[in-house]
């Protein structure tokens, strides 16, 4: 595979005396002990989410891969598509319209797990989806590279990161699976474990971002068409992962999951293949991109969640006003309870989209209301 660069020496085997830019010389032992820190972080965050994994669902979602296979199609069908458009319909410079491919094509990331939590989506799915897009991306990462660059006239060798894809997979599989253990084993210390681990997670990733945007800051490049593009290629994602979930029949809160985990791009694997497949000169004028992405795809999933909590708090109020003007035809009347508002946002969620094939009707119809929701018709 080849990349379109004006000369030979701009592959790595060629430029080894090269030096970095300014903004992105790291001290070796500062470089390692950020590495360390945010390897050690990322095992406990997920294993924080994986405390919200129950067994039976996610072997459901193994059985019937539906809600997978569906995510799939968006990270490696509609991701590298949509790159590809971009790239082209904005006449990008070369380097840069393979930096904007490179990241429509690679996996799913961690905080796609975080914001579909905080959106009540379905942890089960989106942590299968994280897990199987990486390694699907050991075969679509070349493959989508191949295919959208045959008309480019490439040169240059890209780099896949088969190195990275491993340790992401390491550090997504082994906590999550101490977590499903955890789950199993000692439900309700679990429910304390993803909360904290949640919200914690949120806020040093936040930091984490915003924290490499400054350490960065020489290496941003003012390009506003590059900058334009990074700010709606993930909204973009989000958008067509959630329409093509809701023409597949999917739960609302696999839609959320699937919407999340299609505009959100693994950022640090981006990052990885530039810098393994070009020289310091061009990585000025690409390293922009993923920088600018990582940081509107956080902005994204904040104002993602704050629409869905003024969303909910909707429902929930909806629901006490109704309460509120039956409770006097009503023989028992009762106050609502968290657990009430819970199931009615649920019931009025699974009555909007019909049940994909993946969901099999549990117990009673999504149709009926819970039983312990006073009814006053």
Known sequence: ??????????????????????GLQVPGNLELVFTVMSAVMMGLLMFSLGCSVELQKLWSHIRRPWGIAVGLLCQFGLMP????????????????AIAVLIMGCCPGGTISNIFTFWVDGDMDLSISMTTCSTVAALGMMPLCLYLYTLSWNL????????????????CLTIPVAFG?????????????????????GGVLLTVIAVAGVILAKESWNPDITLLTISFIFPLIGHVMGFLL???????WPRCRTISLETG????????????????????????????????????????IIAAYKIYKRILKNKHRRRNSGCAEGCHNK?????????????????????????????????LEPPSHISSCA
């Not at 660069?5 to 300014?22: F, M, Q, R, T, Y």
């Open 155 to 170: 040169e240059e060798t890209l780099t896949l990161p088969y190195q990275n894809i491993g340790i992401s997979l390491v």
């Open 334 to 366: 009762k106050s609502t309870s968290p657990k009430e508002t819970r199931a009615f946002l649920e019931m009025n969620e699974e009555v909007a989209v019909p049940r994909g094939p993946s969901e099999p009707m549990v117990g009673h119809s999504a």
């Open 1 to 22: 595979m080849r990349a379109n660069c004006s000369s030979s020496s701009a592959c790595p085997a060629n430029s080894s005396e090269e030096e970095l830019p300014v």
């Open 180 to 200: 499903v253990y955890v789950n199993h084993r000692f439900p309700k210390q679990s429910k304390i474990i993803l909360k904290i681990g949640a919200t914690v």
């Open 264 to 303: 959100a791009q693994n950022i640090q694997m981006c990052f990885t293949m530039l810098q393994l497949s070009f020289s310091a000169k061009q990585l000025v004028q690409m390293l922009s991109f993923p920088l600018a992405y990582g940081l509107f795809q956080m902005v994204n999933g904040i104002l």
């Open 245 to 251: 979930a809701f023409l597949t029949h999917q739960s």
């Open 81 to 96: 598509l949509t790159a590809y458009l971009l790239a082209t319909s904005f006449s990008l410079k070369p380097v840069q």
